[in-house]
């Protein structure tokens, strides 16, 4: 069984096919999220205030789950330009805490609406 999850508090999940989160047994899986607002408009701005609002969406997505970023187990991070990874791993590390999750980052040709990062993330839900 698997339940939706929906915050405004995050961009919505728009005309796609997908959801902000997904809860399957004690699991949450998380949208990829990019630096859209909560309104579902591109946060325009230097690379460090979009990945804060990328980690911003993602915080919010996780607590309508009911969790938060200590209960995240894995995080996929991708970005077109390796050379911000310095930058992407001091933001996402300000929002996490030891132990830190199992994480890649991939560098790929192009992402969503020309967006530089996007990450999604695993958690799992205290028992």
Known sequence: MKT???????????VSPHSQAIIADNLIFTQGSIHLTP?????????EEQIHQVMKNLQAILEAAGVTFK??????????DMSLYGKINEIYGSYMTAPYPAREAVCVKELPLGSKVEISMIAVKPS
């Open 39 to 47: 309104e579902g408009k591109l946060l325009e701005g230097t690379i």
């Open 71 to 80: 209960d995240v187990v894995k995080t996929t991070i991708y970005t077109t």
């Open 4 to 14: 939706k999850v929906e915050t405004p508090k995050a961009p919505p999940a728009g």
